[in-house]
């Protein structure tokens, strides 16, 4: 395994990160913001506002009962006596507990692991921010409708579901923020920008696929100084025509006024109608397709066309996270079907594979070839979800955070996948049976 610490090392620093988390769900301020009533959490109870919480984030597909059972059985440990609680426990504890205090925990993760992490990974000295949305398929129930909305698949088969968007380290493999909102409501591109207050306009390098560009998004990047770079959908005839008509594939492009439906976020944000210190550029594609980008990055010294090809290509990350949000952390089964428990759920997925990614990210070193393989192997990403997962309790729960650590790397150890590169596939679109709208994991 390529360690970019030695062994040894990445005890310490695992070790102060988890004992960090732990005492941020059992600091007093943040056990008071979390509660729904003030008076909730008051009675000292079994069951406890942690185990509520590690309860919570170590959720996978089975039922509630069985998740249930099966903490309070690890809890136990080796003793006899084993105490459980009832569904119906569990939910009225639940809904004393705002979905925004695993906001705030993972909130409190990032920071740990921007100021104290030994191996960041960055691009030219940036981070990469790749920002996309998506849906989610929610149990049928009327307050999921009204909270969230509703929308139709492939199949033509309306479900209740949410929109959801992500910012996403992919460097790091970190989702930075994480938004759930309502389907009709709540616009990508409102979602990207509200995506910004917990980003950083100095290090920050946005990538967009071709449903984001519009000029007022554009103009409000600029205005806030964030360096971007949008794929443009063959709708931009302009830029099209532009960059067809000229000899040379990359040149500086102004932006100008767009059809009128934008006039009103141009107006409400106060931003410019015309948008300078642009750059179009055209990139050949292996089946000889023709790919447009808009960036920012002017400076060609720095930013060839190739590097801003490299760029794009990384935007790739933000689809296996989506991947990973949906296959391996079961983002869909959800524990309940109330708003507070949608919420909860998806927040406490984010956490889960952050979690996650800053252990894959401390015992890999991406490209470097490990001994006794031909090629660049990379840690499996499901695998290391799935172990914090059965660690969950060993780490939380007892003082042996060094030895559950060393047992998660040993077994990760012989979980890697080769890397291949330069390696694609035709995608092939296969259409699944109708599936039941009903995402809940039952009792």
């Known amino acids: 395994m390529s360690a970019l610490i030695k062994e040894g090392e990445l005890f310490p620093v695992y070790r102060r990160a988890f004992l960090h988390t732990i005492n941020h769900i059992e600091n007093e301020d943040f056990r008071v913001s979390s509660k729904t009533v003030s008076s909730d959490f008051t009675r000292k109870r079994k069951f406890s506002f942690k185990d509520l919480v590690v309860n919570i984030l170590g959720f996978s ?13 690890s809890l136990s440990g080796t003793g006899s006596e084993i105490t459980t609680f ?30 104290n992490s030994p191996s960041q990974r960055n691009w030219k000295g940036k981070r990469v921010v790749a920002i996309d949305g998506s849906f989610l398929v929610l149990p049928n129930e009327k307050c999921l409708i009204e909270k969230f909305g509703n929308f139709s698949n492939q199949n033509k088969t309306i479900s209740a579901g949410a929109r959801i968007s992500i910012a996403y380290d992919v460097c790091n493999n970190i989702i930075l923020d994480a938004l759930i909102g309502h389907t009709q409501h709540d616009d990508e591109k409102e979602m990207a920008k509200n995506h910004l207050k917990n980003l950083n306009s100095e290090t920050d390098i946005l990538v967009f696929d071709r449903g984001y560009p519009s000029l007022w998004l554009i103009s409000y990047l600029k205005k806030e100084g964030f360096d971007f770079c949008f794929r443009l959908s063959t709708a931009w005839k302009t830029a099209h025509e532009t960059l067809n008509s000229s000899i040379e594939k990359d040149i500086d492009f102004e932006l100008k006024k767009r059809p009128s439906q934008e006039y009103g976020k141009l107006r409400s944000y106060n931003l410019q109608t015309k948008v300078e210190g642009l750059r179009l550029l055209s990139v050949d594609l292996p089946d000889g397709e023709q ?38 952390a079961q983002m869909e089964y959800f524990s309940g079907r109330t708003v507070h428990a949608i919420q909860q759920d998806f927040y406490a997925r984010i956490i889960l594979l952050n979690i996650s990614a800053m252990i894959g990210v401390q015992i890999e070193k991406a490209g470097q070839k490990d001994k006794g393989h031909k090629h660049a192997v990379q840690i499996n990403k499901t695998q290391v979800v799935t172990k914090v997962k059965d660690f969950l309790i060993d780490i939380f729960y007892r003082n042996d955070i060094v030895c559950s650590v060393q047992k998660i790397l040993k077994l990760l150890k012989n979980c890697t996948d080769i890397v291949r590169s330069n390696r694609s596939f035709k995608r092939i679109k296969v259409y699944k049976e109708k599936r039941k709208p009903l995402m809940y994991r039952g009792i």
Request: glycine fraction near 2%; charged fraction near 30%; aromatic fraction near 12%.
């Open 61 to 73: 597909r089975a039922s509630v009962r069985t998740e249930l059972d099966r903490f309070f059985k």
């Open 86 to 115: 009832s569904k119906s426990a569990f939910t009225q504890a639940r809904q004393k507990l705002r979905p925004e205090s695993f906001i705030c925990l993972n909130q409190s993760l990032l920071d740990y692991f921007k100021n």
């Open 291 to 328: 790919e447009v980008l808009l960036t920012s990055l002017c400076n060609r010294d720095v930013y060839p066309v190739q590097a801003i090809k490299e760029l794009y290509h990384m935007r790739w990350g933000v689809e296996e996270c989506y991947k990973r949000i949906k296959q391996v």
